[in-house]
């Protein structure tokens, strides 16, 4: 594995809303700049960026018209290369975000698609052979162009599907992974990828990874084997290249497509989103880290374990506090309890992602869609920085702002956090301070699940030397665990203990150290 990956902890920035430079509204590459050094004092050391291409932005750039060219309203060119030589700078890594799957409807190569006369690009992507032949199975759009076809959808109407081909092909008109047309697809996103690291970045957090080749099989080998190979000619090259999935499967996506990360998505009901998004619209709130619900961690651990222990050797299984597709965190939850989620997640094996503002506590705002956000708009709103102007996102007029600024008296601001020592920003801080500091984070095969019984809210975990004792409960709990002859090193709360186990108070974390003798 690439060996930065093992003691990376990631950022995520949504550039549209991270910081505006030129007064425009909207945040740019330059504002990201500006505000590096903040990255990395907070403790971490490596940026995943959402998509900065040019784009129609029917889908927050997710849909790409031009895969090589910066989005005029980022910056340019000259501006990402100084971005990337500025993280290399502070010794961090950046990823930028590969959008494989699809393109934009305006991209280039689907304006030729849909032409009559044959051209390289007619079976760039997934066409019927005639207008009233339906892509069974999938969703489809007919009657846009003149060209005699249906074709195939991998998101949104504005993203028709590239052609990677079908695992087994039933119809005519669906080409198999080694058809000519389907292996220039390949070549097309290997080229991007290319480019992009000649350009200066370390790689890319890669979306809708699994969704390549259509009728796949149920741990997607054709999508697999297409990755392999695309991976593998990238890595002639450039063997450092960093690449995490998002695939939520990481037998696969790490065992066989070769990324080297994969995360733990938000699917609707399963293990990671009954950590801090199991509510309801009827105000019922069951979320393992409120401190009033009943779930014990195994509900989680079921899911995840078995996950982890597929791929722990080979490459790292990460958890997220969010991303630009989810509700916030801070939604839910109070800052105590946010406090001991990210304490869980941040020594958890794996890199860790904190999603921008997250670490103050960003929350979501209840906003129209903006850009096929939907109710995804809410969590993508600007940064606060301080109590200036748009909370010193912008100094633009605050009705020109890309989304307003959180403006209730008590919105978290970076400023404020850091005037307040038990804030949660400071905790995140101490937290990846500590992180670094110990060897036993830099492995990812080595979680040891400790106590983690049904009917009880506390757990412990260990890693190597250190370990890990959680009570998300809002009461004192006993729990079977012997840490005996060890000392606390890092703590939320406090806790008392003896020979027959630990005892955490309400709503604490801490981890414990074997004290070794001189
Ligand atoms: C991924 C992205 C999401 C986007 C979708 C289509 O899930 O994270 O924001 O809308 O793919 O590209
Ligand atoms: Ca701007």
């Known amino acids: 594995m690439t060996e930065w990956l093992k003691t990376a902890i990631f950022y995520e920035i949504y550039p549209q809303s991270f910081r505006d430079s030129n007064g425009d509204g909207i945040g740019d590459i330059n504002g990201m700049i500006e505000k590096l050094d903040y990255i990395r004092d907070l403790g971490c050391n490596a940026i995943w960026m959402n998509p900065c291409y040019d784009?129609?932005?029917?889908?927050?750039?997710?849909?790409?018209?031009?895969?090589?060219?910066?989005?005029?309203?980022?910056?340019?060119?000259?501006?990402?290369?100084?971005?990337?030589?500025?993280?290399?700078?502070?010794?961090?890594?950046?990823?930028?975000?590969?959008?494989?799957?699809?393109?934009?409807?305006?991209?280039?190569?689907?304006?030729?698609?849909?032409?009559?006369?044959?051209?390289?690009?007619?079976?760039?992507?997934?066409?019927?052979?005639?207008?009233?032949?339906?892509?069974?199975?999938?969703?489809y759009i007919a009657g846009e162009c003149d060209r005699n076809g249906a074709y195939i959808l991998n998101y949104f109407k504005c993203q028709p599907a590239l052609n990677y081909g079908f695992l087994n092909p039933k119809?005519?008109?669906?080409?198999?992974?080694?058809?000519?047309?389907?292996?220039?697809?390949?070549?097309?996103?290997?080229?991007?990828?290319?480019?992009?690291?000649?350009q200066g970045c370390d790689g890319f957090r890669v979306d809708m990874a699994d969704s390549l080749v259509k009728n796949d099989d149920e741990t997607k080998s054709g999508t697999c084997q297409v990755w392999s190979d695309i991976i593998g000619q990238v890595q002639e090259q450039y063997p450092e290249i960093a690449l995490v999935s998002e695939w939520n499967n990481p037998a696969s996506a790490i065992g066989k497509a070769g990324f080297q990360m994969d995360f733990f998505l938000d699917w609707f009901g399963n293990g990671y989103n009954l950590l801090m998004r199991d509510y309801d619209e009827n105000g019922r709130d069951d979320s393992f880290f409120k401190k009033d619900s009943r779930r014990s961690i195994n509900d989680f651990l079921q899911e995840y374990l078995p996950k982890y222990d597929a791929v722990k050797k080979k490459g790292l299984y990460c958890l997220i506090t969010g991303n630009h597709d989810?509700?916030?965190?801070?939604?839910?939850?109070?800052?105590?309890?946010?406090?001991?989620?990210?304490?869980?997640?941040?020594?958890?094996?794996?890199?860790?992602?904190?999603?921008?503002?997250?670490?103050?506590?960003?929350?979501?705002?209840?906003?129209?869609?903006?850009?096929g956000g939907y109710t995804r708009t809410g969590s993508r709103t600007p940064m606060q920085w301080d109590d200036s102007v748009n909370h010193g996102f912008s100094e633009a007029d605050p009705s020109c702002l890309y989304l307003p600024t959180d403006d209730r008296a008590d919105a978290p601001t970076v400023a404020a956090q850091k005037e307040r020592k038990d804030s949660l920003y400071h905790m995140v801080r101490e937290l990846f301070r500590f992180r670094k500091e110990h060897s036993a984070f830099a492995r990812h095969d080595n979680l040891e699940i400790l106590s983690a019984e049904e009917g009880r809210r506390s757990f412990a975990y260990r890693r190597d030397d250190l370990v890990m004792v959680c009570n998300p409960s809002d009461h004192v709990e006993r729990i079977d665990v012997n840490v005996t002859g060890m000392k606390v090193v890092f703590g939320i709360g406090a806790a008392r203990w003896d020979q027959n186990g630990c005892v955490p108070e309400a709503q604490s974390f801490l981890i414990f150290q074997t004290v070794t003798e001189e």
């Open 55 to 139: 784009s129609p932005f029917k889908d927050g750039g997710y849909d790409v018209r031009d895969y090589r060219k910066v989005a005029e309203r980022y910056g340019t060119i000259e501006d990402l290369r100084r971005l990337f030589a500025q993280v290399h700078e502070r010794g961090m890594h950046i990823l930028l975000d590969l959008v494989p799957g699809h393109t934009s409807e305006e991209h280039p190569w689907f304006v030729e698609s849909c032409k009559t006369e044959r051209n390289q690009y007619s079976d760039r992507y997934i066409w019927t052979d005639c207008w009233f032949q339906r892509a069974e199975g999938f969703p």
């Open 171 to 198: 119809e005519h008109w669906q080409k198999p992974l080694d058809h000519p047309a389907c292996l220039e697809t390949r070549a097309a996103m290997r080229d991007v990828m290319c480019y992009w690291m000649e």
């Open 326 to 371: 989810m509700v916030r965190a801070a939604y839910n939850l109070e800052e105590q309890e946010l406090k001991l989620a990210y304490a869980f997640l941040f020594t958890m094996p794996g890199a860790p992602f904190l999603y921008y503002g997250d670490e103050i506590g960003m929350r979501y705002q209840k906003l129209p869609c903006k850009e």
